[in-house]
């Protein structure tokens, strides 16, 4: 059976190559960066909109957002992610319950598809889209540190990459030096404790696949944002990778869900979803008797699983 998402990857980065450099080039927006919130506070950023301009996809609008494919392509579920349409208006969903782990490092989120990092220096945390490996070549669960940092890091394929690609038609090189425009790694690579996995950036043929389950393993970013976070983050750096699907999390006196689920069926096994049960469990357990719950709005967030967050109860 043919891995359909891999063509749908396929085909997102040859149409979205093309726009680009017809288009030339984007705007691209700086990168989230937010103050921590106060003890007892849970999220950051909002829900913003924009209105399309001509030849713009959805996809342009994501990068230009510093958003991942995934999470635009969900946020707006009633337009065409290729021809959107001008003047139509889109969600920006830069609204986020903060991972419910020690607020210090780097914090992989892999359900949301999104990259935390909190800096040692002040109290702000930087979030940014990721893509992440696929079913069958799994970004690893658990902590590690940032172990090496490389500038114009060499790609050296292994030999289950290699055996993929000839099963597909192609041979490739032995290696691709660093610093060339085609390296699959970009330009920049931070090094985990576990070995063969980094987080790095991409050449430009691939970045519209930000914010996917594409890799085969490794954590991938936009070239900007890789960029922008490699100076910042120092060797030792703890990284915590986790995969829910669900969080939940104050903001004044409302609590809300955020509920990510895969865009296609066949990114994620169904038997390791989270359940609805699941879910409630979740909010009671943060509500703490302390509010009035609105369990429709429970499920209907939960059924949506678009990754924004929703107000589900208030303090009473």
Excluded at 6 to 11: D, T
Excluded at 31 to 52: M, Y
Excluded at 114 to 122: E, K, N, V
Excluded at 217 to 231: K, N, Q, S
Aim: proline fraction near 6%; aromatic fraction near 6%.
């Amino acid at each position: 059976m043919p891995n359909l998402r891999y063509k749908r990857c396929s085909f997102v980065l040859l149409f979205s190559t093309f726009h680009l450099a017809m288009s030339g080039g984007l705007r691209i927006v700086e990168a989230e960066e937010f103050p921590l919130p106060s003890q007892g506070e849970d999220l950051v950023g909002e829900s913003r909109e924009t209105r399309v301009a001509s030849e713009d996809t959805l996809l342009d609008i994501g990068r230009r957002f510093d958003l991942g494919n995934d999470q635009i392509v969900k946020a707006n579920p009633r337009l065409d992610q290729w021809v959107p349409g001008v003047g139509s208006l889109v969600q920006i969903p830069s609204h986020y319950i903060l991972p419910d782990t020690d607020r210090k490092g780097l914090v992989l989120s892999l359900a949301e598809l999104r990259l935390y990092y909190y800096s040692p220096q002040d109290q702000k945390v930087m979030t940014f889209p990721m893509s992440i490996g696929r079913i069958d070549w799994k970004t690893p669960l658990g902590k590690t540190t940032v172990v090496k940092k490389d500038r114009d890091p060499v790609w050296v394929p292994t030999e289950s990459i290699r055996q993929e690609h000839a099963a597909e038609g192609e041979e490739l090189p032995d290696s691709i030096a660093g610093g060339v425009q085609d390296n699959p790694l970009g330009k920049f690579a931070l090094r985990l404790g576990v070995p063969g996995y980094l987080i790095h950036g991409t050449d430009e043929a691939k970045s519209f696949g930000i914010g996917m389950q594409v890799t085969h393993g490794c954590v991938r970013m936009y070239p900007e944002d890789i960029e922008r976070l490699f100076p910042l983050v120092p060797v030792g750096t703890i990284v915590q990778i986790l995969n829910k699907q669900a969080k939940v999390g104050w903001s004044a006196d409302q609590l809300f869900l955020q509920v990510d689920r895969p865009l296609d069926a066949e990114e994620q096994e169904v038997d390791s979803r989270i359940s609805l049960t699941e879910v409630i469990q979740m909010v009671e357990k943060k509500a703490n008797g302390t509010a009035e719950l609105d369990l429709e709005a429970v499920r209907k967030a939960y059924e949506l699983g678009n990754g924004v967050p929703a107000v589900i109860g208030r303090k009473h």
